[in-house]
């Protein structure tokens, strides 16, 4: 576990592609329990170490997770939200050329019993995603994207790529039919915020 930001209120690691941040019925060992046992080692604190979970990324993708390490900070992050989160970066490979060197992809988000998010223009049936996009290189049948979002929607980067045309590369799930990386193509790359606490922009 890479840590790339820590003080006394929040912490910010490099989560790998496969690690679930909370625990599931597979049993395996959650990002969050791995960061409790880093902060109870450094700090040679006993008893439980508080860290509250303001956000997700899906197992499959990588990149940075911010924790807060007390409740103060979790509050604040959980109630102002949209407000605090500035800015959020995604890169993906996706599947193909992509045409369009930059532009937007707007749908409402729903899902199935089987727990698979499906797009769809009907407003009474989902919640609006907003995607945006920029192509950053291309070659060999695949395409480099920088991805933020106006809206954070579970798989919503996944399904709004498929929209496009263009499935992220390791997404069978969402139509993809290589996997030249072994994983999921989509690392969160970039988190702009203003501070929890000190209202700091970041």
């Known amino acids: 576990m890479k840590v790339v930001y820590e003080d006394n209120h929040i912490i910010i690691v490099n989560k790998c592609s496969g690690e679930i941040v909370q625990g599931d019925k597979t049993g395996d060992k959650p990002l969050c329990d791995i960061v409790k046992e880093y902060i109870k080692e ?7 170490v508080f860290l509250g979970v303001v956000h997700r990324l899906d197992r499959d993708t990588s990149g940075l997770m911010m924790f807060a390490k007390n409740v103060e900070a979790k509050e604040a992050m ?15 490979v996706v599947e193909g050329k992509v ?10 988000l729903a899902e ?11 407003p009474d049936e989902g919640q609006l995603a907003i995607t945006r996009f920029k ?34 590369v390791g997404d069978r799930k969402y ?28």
């Not at 192509?135 to 954070?152: A, F, I, V």
Request: charged share 20%.
């Open 42 to 48: 450094k700090y040679n604190k006993p008893g439980n």
């Open 99 to 108: 045409e369009q060197e930059e532009g937007v992809v707007k749908s409402y």
């Open 175 to 202: 139509g993809a039919k290589a996997s030249p990386i072994h994983r999921l193509g989509l690392h969160a790359r970039t988190l702009h915020f203003a501070h929890p606490v000190t209202k700091k922009e970041m």
């Open 78 to 92: 959980q109630h102002n939200w949209n407000n605090m989160v500035l800015g959020r970066r995604y890169v993906a």
């Open 135 to 168: 192509r950053l290189q291309c070659n060999n049948g695949y395409s480099l994207m920088e991805l933020s979002l106006d809206t954070g929607r579970k798989n919503q980067i996944r399904v709004h790529m498929k929209d496009l045309g263009h499935p992220i």
């Open 112 to 122: 199935t019993s089987q727990f698979e998010v499906y797009s769809t223009q009907n």
